[in-house]
């Protein structure tokens, strides 16, 4: 049986991820037998600097940089019919492939959690797509279970042609927080929040132009982050003339992002493309109601009008349209912050480990359907 006293489950990853580790640590409570976790490599510099820290997995078992026999060595361990191993990415990383490759020759469950390609820059799209059902001619039949992110994924590997049947609607899972409210509104206004680094890729100056266009509306925005287009969009905004509207946060410290989120009306992540998000999920369990663009993973999340709204990626008039609905509601009440707390319990880590538990047991019956949490909650 899956999941007994006998049987391990194992993570095969890049890096140690803090998007990853919330969900793992509650599917090692859940689990009977060992679950090890086991990265390419470890943090980096950069990303420590961003303000990562090399996450806590317990009682998950940490194994980084590992060499190829000691690959090896935990695959001879745990290559029984009940062991499960679940990798990150079909040919993204290495040697976390090269260990895939491995384990396909043995009776082990295998799984996959993969982001899908992007598929809204053209030519390069219909390349991708190619990989991609080239990947699914080699995988098909021996992978098991494929946890693809958001209904964006879902739709990318069907249509790429893996097995609809193994595909299941997954995504990134963060630690439930308990947050007081530090901040407060500027000048009453209603408050909008960008949270990310300031790149070509999460669409900021999308998001300086959209609301270029609502200036009869008193709102402000904040911006959470840093980067390379950080002079340039300062730029824009005094050429759109609103730049007096937007505070400048920088980085931030975690606890301190939380208390932001906590205080503002709205999240908007207006990115061009983004494999989830899951800024929105921190903001969906912090109470706040979410704006994002079709082409990012997390757009899932957004199950009803209660909970934020959803534009077409890359549209100036969408996001203009979506920011307007929610500035006419106005800002957000205590009731609908306790709706939204509410309903973010179908994303905390312990309910989506109950969710990949129920697909490990239940993955072998045939056309079996498995309802994602946060579609029951609404």
Known sequence: MRGSAMSSLVFWQNIPSIHQAPLIREVAKLWDGDVWVVAESDVSSGRLRQGWVRPVFS???????????????????????????????????????????????????????????????????????????????????????????????????????????????????????????????????????????????????????????????????????????RHELGKLACELGINERIVWEGGLANDAVKQVMAASDLLVLPSRYDGWGAVVNEALMAGTPVVVSDACGASELIQNPRLGGVFQAQSVTSLQEALRTQMVKGGIDGLDREYIQTWSKGIHPQTAAQYLHEIILKTETKNIRILAPWRKMY
């Open 59 to 229: 009682p998950a078992k940490l194994i980084v940089a590992p060499s190829r026999n000691e690959r090896l060595c935990l695959l001879e361990q745990t290559q029984n019919k009940s062991d499960v191993h679940v990798f990150s990415g079909f040919n993204a990383y290495p040697e976390t492939y090269w260990t895939m490759k491995q384990a396909r020759k043995t009776a082990v469950l295998l799984g996959v959690f993969a982001e899908p390609g992007r598929h809204n820059d053209g030519l390069r799209s219909w390349l991708r797509r190619l990989h991609y059902i080239l990947l699914a001619a080699q995988w098909r039949r021996r992978l098991n279970f494929l946890l693809a992110t958001g209904d964006l994924g879902v739709r990318w590997y069907s249509m790429s042609l893996f097995p609809k049947n193994k595909i299941f609607s997954f995504g990134y899972f963060v630690d439930v927080q308990s947050v007081v409210e530090s901040y407060s509104a500027i000048n009453n206004a209603f408050t909008i929040l960008f949270v990310g680094q300031l790149i070509f890729r999460k669409g900021v100056d999308l998001l300086m132009r959209a609301l270029g266009g609502l200036r009869e509306f008193t709102w402000n925005l904040r911006i959470v982050g840093d980067g390379p287009l």
